[in-house]
């Protein structure tokens, strides 16, 4: 199940039918369609943020939207790990 969220409020996708496939970055991407007729759908942005199953967050990088569906792709959210330097670290 995904859910999107709006400020600190979130709002649960009722299409559980989406994959998670890996790039040859090695970052992981969501994509999912969702009617354009849901009620969700308003909350769906590009930079808008949504979390899986496994509460892993992803951020909304692409929407083609139909007459019908909305094609959704959204890739992991790493910029926590990139606000932290770790000036210790050697190898």
Known sequence: MLTVYSGAN??????????????????????????????VYKYITEEARIRDRDQNYYIIKQIDAGNEKAKVVAQIDIDDWKAVMYKDYTN
Do not use: K, W
Not at 28 to 33: C, G, H, I
């Open 10 to 39: 979130g709002y649960p996708i009722s299409n559980d039918d989406y994959y998670v496939r890996l790039l040859a970055s090695g970052l992981d991407e969501v994509v999912f369609q969702v009617s354009i007729r849901d009620d």
